[in-house]
């Protein structure tokens, strides 16, 4: 009896201490997963914070890529490429799948425009993007993919940490995707890793690294960063697309 | 007066990223700007665009409606705007990329009630 009322006072003033020694850890500290050997942690809203505006052709609004922002396709993804852009420059929208509200899917979906919600677990991460109300998920459980799993627009991601740098791998892509803007197209042999951290305690950076022997020559490099909203502005709405489906001529 | 221009600019910047969702935006005219002048009929507060109806004297001075499409709801909130933020018969003025076609519509770029407020202020927009 006086043993274990001696244990459990212990246990309190154990969970007491514990929670002094948390309390004195700075919370930037804290959210950066030094100190204490916890993961960081990237839930919360975040902005995009985007690149220069690219220039666009008056004409026909066609985005035309900057240096870098290509990636080195081979000789048969190189014409599919220059085919895009020529029915873009007609005003044609044949190309583009998200004008006809299908999803951006993977690696599009971090251009996140609008906005972009990240709820972290131990074993998940869930991405929601208000651009086009699409999700992601990344299991951080070690599972891997089932052996049966669909092509998907997102693909299938799984994740591990190296120390505060969340490493995602995602396969199983659909090849009809573009990658970005400027209608870049890939295989569904697209692989891409990301190398997820915060630089700072409130900037989320996103390392994408695309490989697809298919279609590219070598592989291609992304850098996208987020600011960590406000509470004031950490509200995403619908943006339900298909709603304007209803109204068009 | 640096201060206003640089606030209208910041509007066109951020009313022009929706130009992927439902479709291409070429089908507005990137070279011309025009205003117009009249009273909203409607305001369509939909995804992926809003549209905004407005019964106005049209190149001939005779009156039509204008179709005035603009960015996604969300987005518009975080500027500023609601889907009650003008009525039917309020007086609006609002600047446009007319469409190509020469139909009476456009793209929306920035709009002033009758009295002479900015809708959606001074473009703080999504970032």
Known sequence: ?249 | MRMKFLGVAAVVVTLAVPAFAHHSFAMFDYNKEITITGSVKELQWTNPHIHLLVNAPDAKGVMAEFDIEGGTPGNLRRQGWSRDVVKPGDKISVVIRPLKNGDNGGQLISAKKGDGTAIGGQGGGGE
């Open chain 1, 1 to 249: 009896m006086t043993t274990r009322t001696t244990s459990r006072l212990q246990l309190v003033s154990l969970t007491a201490l514990l929670g002094l020694v948390i309390t004195a850890i700075p919370a930037e500290a804290r959210q950066s997963g030094e100190g204490n050997g916890a993961r960081p942690d990237f839930s919360g809203v975040w902005r995009t914070i985007n690149p220069p505006a690219a220039p666009r052709v008056n004409t026909t609004l066609r985005w035309l890529p900057g240096p870098g922002e290509l990636p080195d396709f081979t000789p048969a993804y190189k014409q599919r490429y220059d085919k895009i852009q020529a029915s873009r420059e007609t005003g044609s929208e044949e190309t583009e799948s998200v004008a006809r509200c299908l999803p951006p899917g993977m690696p599009w979906f971090m251009g996140a425009q609008y906005g972009l919600e990240i709820l972290q677990t131990r074993d998940k991460i869930g991405m929601f993007s208000e651009w086009m109300d699409a999700y992601r998920r990344i299991y951080l459980d070690g599972r891997k993919m089932p052996a049966d799993f669909d092509p998907s627009y997102n693909g299938y991601s799984t994740g591990r940490w190296e120390g505060d740098t969340l490493v995602v791998e995602t396969v199983n892509l659909r090849g009809e995707t573009e990658l970005d803007r400027y209608g870049s197209p890939h295989s569904d042999q697209l692989r891409i890793v990301e190398r997820i951290r915060l630089v700072e305690p409130n900037i989320l950076e996103d390392v994408l690294t695309m490989t697809d022997p298919v279609a590219f020559t070598k592989p291609w490099t992304q850098t996208r960063r987020y600011r960590r909203t406000t509470k004031e502005n950490d509200e995403l709405h619908e943006n339900t697309c298909a709603e304007g489906l209803r109204l068009a001529k």
